[in-house]
Each structure stands twice: as structure tokens, then as C-alpha cells.
């Protein structure tokens, strides 16, 4: 019986009276990637150099950039001479040059797949509480990783001690998200047995906070995949003996109504939270003014803020890239009079 390396010496031994160097018929329906390079393509396919099966393959290794230099490839050298006969009796131009658009594209995408070789963590994360024992905590997806969407995430809620080391801890959870935001609520309908009720208390009493760590994980199998990167959102306990009244706003909201402002239902503007009647009715207390991320526009400038209490401005996770308000040609974002502190935080204007 004739060997595969048999079967290919036979075949280079044969004159071809031709080569049409034109793309053969033959081709893939998806584009192929640049990952497949590091995978050993089934060259038992080309025992037969001109069949259906071996264009395939290597219409599939061609278009994918496999044979441009530069390019990572998996150890196909026992078999380049057999590959190349196969090329060049089925008409098939190879991509190798560098100016080729298609070595262009294929080592445009290898650098980013260096670059995802490291599991990334979401670029942040926010929570809020939504009953006496129940919290809301949502991030943004992470990065790919090896040219695969991260799907799964693990929340795990701890309250720092002194010397900022974890001294509480729920379990994990583990869930699965979109590609684009993903929440977990903690405690409530989706985990009665993780009531977090306690945790607030026993932060309550250090003087602490509940921080939530927000890790990416790629399963494979059986074998996961942490990432060492931790995106991190906090919760500060409230003092019962302090009245502070919160309220949100989202850029994607079309709420403008005087009822909004609830996390379920945000104000569409930050003029519409002043106006709202939640925030006029809480004339003389705190105001917390939570923004989601997102960029608000002209609508959120030209505020006036006269003695209405205190008002804290922030966005929820704290990163101000995550939370932008442009006022394009509004002259100001906000006039503010009386003696009552306004403070600003975690957010780009």
C-alpha cells in the first residue's frame, strides 16, 4: 500500500503541461482566520492533488495568510514540497509577498491575537443594591482571548479588612454573558441563599466596604481558565442614622418624565433628574446622583444648582473614560450657587 509521502512523490514526478495561476473554483465559504496557521491542516486530504478535498485545504491555508512570511504557522515542513506540487497543479496563486493584501490583513491579525493571549479583565464594573439583601453588579465584556468572546464571568464579594486584605467571602458565581454587558444579581430571586445582609453589617461595624471582583474565564473542556486581572466594584454601607437620597441617570434612558430617576427606569438627562419630583421633594436632604456609563449630551450642561442640599455627582463604576458628558457648545456645564457641597466625581466633562 503506498504511503501518503509515496503518494506525493508520484505526483511531483508527473510534467504538468500548465499552471493557470488563478484561485481554484473550489473555495470556503467563511474567511478563513489567521488562527488556523497554528493548527496541522489534514493533508491526507491531498493524497489525491487535484481532488475536491485538498483544494479545500489549501484554498483554506492560502487565504488564510498561512504561507506569507511572517506569519506563525504550525511545523508543516515534511509536507511544503508535497504542498506546494498540490498548489501549483490546481492553479492556485500563493499569497506570500508582503504586499499581498492578504499577508497584509493576516499579520495585522496575528499581533492582535499576541495581544489576546492574555485573559483580560472587564474594563470595569459597577454595582448597586436593589433590595435589603440583593445586589445588582454589572460589567462590561472582557476583550477577546485567543479570538474567542469571553462568555463567562465569576463575582465574588469579600469585605476588606484593615490592612486591606480579605477578611469576609461568599462564593463565587459563576455566569454567562453577552458579548457586550452581563449582570449577576447577588442574593434575591437568582441566589436566595446568598444573602449578603450580614456582610453589610459586619462592613458596617469596620468601617468598611463590600468590594465585588469581577474575573474573566474561558472554559475549555474541563480545564478553566482565570484571569489574574480583576475588574472591582464597591458598595458603601449607608448609616441608617444618615438620609441620602440616590438617584439615576443613563444616556441611553428616553425618561424624561418627573417620575424617573430609579435604577430600573433612569433619567434620560441630569436636567431631567433636577426637574425631577424625587429630587425636588428631597429639598433639604443628601442627593446621590448616579450615572451610568455612557456619554450624555448637551442635555446633562447648562445646569443651574442652587441650595438644594448636598449633591454628589459620580458615576457608578468610577472610571471617568466610562462616564462622559460633552456639552459641545453649551458654555458651561453647571452654574452653582448657596452654600450646600456639590461634588463631582469619576466622570469626564
Not at 501518503?4 to 514526478?13: E, G, H, V
Not at 489567521?34 to 478535498?53: G, L, N, Q, R, Y
Not at 424624561?256 to 433639604?284: D, Q, R, V
Request: glycine content about 6%; proline content about 4%; some cysteine.
Amino acid at each position: 500500500m503506498l504511503s501518503l509521502r509515496m503518494l506525493f512523490s508520484i505526483f511531483f514526478a508527473v510534467t504538468f503541461w500548465g499552471a493557470l495561476c488563478v484561485r481554484a473554483e473550489e473555495t470556503t465559504n467563511s474567511g478563513p482566520s489567521v488562527s488556523t496557521c497554528v493548527t496541522m491542516p489534514d493533508v491526507s486530504a491531498c493524497a489525491s492533488p487535484t481532488s475536491t478535498s485538498c483544494k479545500v485545504l489549501l484554498n483554506t491555508w492560502n487565504d488564510a495568510g498561512c504561507f506569507c512570511n511572517g506569519v506563525n504557522t504550525v511545523d508543516v515542513s515534511a509536507y511544503a514540497s508535497a504542498l506546494e506540487g498540490a498548489m501549483l497543479a490546481n492553479g492556485i496563486e500563493k499569497h506570500d509577498s508582503a504586499s499581498d493584501s492578504v499577508c497584509v490583513q493576516a499579520l495585522a491579525k496575528q499581533t492582535l491575537l499576541d495581544s489576546q493571549d492574555i485573559l483580560k479583565a472587564p474594563a470595569y464594573a459597577y454595582a448597586v443594591k436593589t433590595s435589603p439583601t440583593s445586589y445588582s453588579v454589572h460589567w462590561v465584556a472582557s476583550d477577546d482571548y485567543k479570538d474567542e468572546n469571553v462568555s463567562v464571568y465569576s463575582v465574588t464579594p469579600f469585605i476588606p479588612g484593615a490592612d486591606k486584605m480579605p477578611i469576609g467571602y461568599s462564593w463565587p458565581y459563576y455566569g454567562t454573558s453577552s458579548t457586550s454587558n452581563n449582570t449577576v444579581v447577588m442574593g434575591g430571586a437568582l441566589s436566595t441563599v446568598m444573602d449578603l445582609s450580614l456582610m453589610e453589617q459586619t462592613a458596617s461595624a469596620l468601617g468598611s466596604i463590600i468590594v465585588f471582583l469581577v474575573h474573566a474565564i474561558v472554559m475549555d473542556g474541563t480545564t478553566k481558565t482565570v484571569s489574574s486581572n480583576f475588574a472591582s466594584a464597591k458598595y458603601v454601607p449607608v448609616s441608617s442614622s444618615i438620609t441620602v437620597v440616590e438617584m439615576f441617570a443613563s444616556a441611553s434612558s428616553s425618561d424624561f418624565s418627573t417620575s424617573c430617576g430609579t435604577f430600573t427606569s433612569p433619567c434620560g438627562s441630569l436636567t431631567s433628574i433636577l426637574a425631577s419630583t424625587t429630587f425636588m421633594n428631597a429639598y433639604s436632604s443628601s442627593k446621590k446622583v448616579s450615572l451610568l456609563p455612557g456619554t450624555f449630551g448637551s442635555s446633562s450642561c447648562g445646569l443651574s444648582i442652587t441650595s438644594l442640599g448636598s449633591i454628589e455627582i459620580s458615576s457608578l463604576t468610577g472610571v471617568p473614560d466610562s462616564t462622559l458628558i460633552d456639552c459641545g457648545y453649551e458654555s458651561n456645564f453647571a452654574t452653582i450657587s448657596g452654600d450646600d457641597a456639590v461634588i463631582v466625581s469619576g466622570v469626564t466633562i
